[in-house]
């Protein structure tokens, strides 16, 4: 809900494991709201949604471990350098600092470790929040507007990155406005205007068991 | 993941800030020194006054720079949506109050060693009973820290959140406030059954404060 108004109406969506989801729409559709929704950062004041086999209404701060949202904001604190960010949550998961470090060398900022992220420029920080969410190696990886900011390397990145997610045992959703830079990444484009998702579907649902599912 | 070590991450983290932006050692620590430095030169034509109203000074420098500590930590859970990635790290809710807790009480155990060093020098105070002392100051902090993370964590995306913070914290504290002055006061007076009653008194505080933050801290991140 947006003040008295829904975000969200009728948006019916089912997306299978290993989907690369084109989210597509103009400002206001109600694109962020969804991936919010789907990260468990919102909550559903009302219908059903399914995400990771977990019924949000009952506990939508169970998948968070399981997914990995890159979005408008960085989520990082500005005093601690690159790699201390992408540590703390990738700790948070029980995963080692190794995974880190791997997952800043794929996006290209091992060179920017150890400078504090308050001083990066914003193309810099968008592939920290890159970073940040591969290391986590997420089930389901939400992408709202993620070539924003970035520069032609950062994007090439970012787009093998998407390509790689099937292999790789994840499911994405992803919101773009650079419908052509985004539809070749997709392998399906939905689609929501004014709330409501133009796709034939019930529940959203995304990658029970992963790595096998993938490789099926 | 050990709920030990999730604790240690989030303090860890919000130490690590801290350090690196020296907003306590630059703001909150000489705020408090400079208290204890004012009422010395206040109430310096009594000499006789200072060691008495000791432990009352004491603890109102402790508790305006805890106020200012609290708000200290949940201000950088505010930029760049940190508190979204706060809640998408999927730590528990009890590990990350401990945490921030945890970090908050360190900064302030710190700051009363200095402050304490402080009052004792300028102060003209005889110690007795530093083990009742000790005690005290650990319990007085950790029910001080864990009360502010509560009322910080519910004040945290209000643009009044600074005006919010004192309001909700002072009245909550004014328990650890008496219990901690008190403390202070029997122990420097060499009473120290009294004393260690009121340690009790801080001690139960702690605990409750402990247990209510650790239940009431992930829904109040969650709806803030």
Redesign the interface.
Known sequence: MLGRFPALAGADLDVEPGEIVLLAGANGAGKTTLLRLC???L?LRSGHAEVLGVDLAVDR?AI??SL??V??????????TVR?NVR??T????RSTADADAALERVGLERSARV??GRLSQGQ?RRVALAIALARDPRLLLLDEPHAGLDEQGRTILDGVVRAAPAEGRTVLLASHELHRARPLATREVQISAGQVHDPAATLRAVPSRRAEASA | ?TFLR?VA?VAG?DL??ER??RVAMQQILPFGAIVVVMFAFALDADRTTLPIAAPGLFWAAVLLAALLAIGRSFS?EE????R????????D?GSLFVGKAAAIAVELFVLEIVLGVAVVVLYDVTVRGLLALVCAALAATVGLAATGTVYGVLATGSRARDTLIPLLVLPAVTPVMLGGTQAFAEALDGSMSEAWQWVQLLVAFAVLAVAAGTVAF?PLL?EG
């Open positions: 990260a468990g950062l909550p701060r968070r471990r990995a949202l979005g408008h904001e960085t989520f990082c604190y500005d005093d601690l201390e703390f949550a700790r948070a998961v029980a504090t992220h920080r | 993941m999730e991450l983290k690590r800030i690196r932006s950088v930029v760049n949506g940190a979204d990635g706060l809640r998408l790290t999927g730590l809710g992930a969650e």
